[in-house]
């Protein structure tokens, strides 16, 4: 696939829904619970590492950045929402399509920030998801 054919997106998570990415093989992110109506891919790194290093922190203690590429025959009929300045851009994917997201992701997600303290394995001297 062409790099023309993809974009390249991002997305904050916590460390549930890291375990949940990683069990998938890094190729699909979890389900919404139900009282989340949409997944919000962000477009830019920034926007991500600030959301996750504060809402995920404060949350969870620990919040990850994972980049992703998404065909862009799926996402053309997706609006881009500007939720602040303009790098705080997101797409808005509702909750019962992510499975049809999923099956667009072309490649593997992969972490690229970590934000606070990931917890660490005892059993494993690896901390969580790597």
Request: glycine share 10%; proline share 6%.
């Amino acid at each position: 696939m062409r790099l023309s054919e993809v974009a390249t997106l991002y997305r904050p998570v916590g460390p549930g829904q890291l375990q949940c990415i990683i069990k998938s093989g890094w190729t699909r992110f979890p389900e919404r619970k139900a009282r989340q109506r949409y997944f919000y891919p962000m477009l830019h790194e920034s926007f991500a590492k600030r959301v996750a290093g504060d809402w995920n922190v404060r949350n969870s203690g620990v919040g990850y950045v994972t980049r992703f590429k998404v065909k862009r025959t799926f996402l053309e009929y997706y609006p881009i929402y500007m939720v602040g300045g303009p790098e705080h851009r997101e797409y808005r994917i509702d909750a019962k399509r992510l499975t049809q997201l999923n099956n667009n992701i072309v490649g593997k997600i992969e972490v690229i920030a970590v934000f606070g303290e990931p917890p660490f394995s005892e059993e494993t001297g690896l901390f969580a998801g790597f």
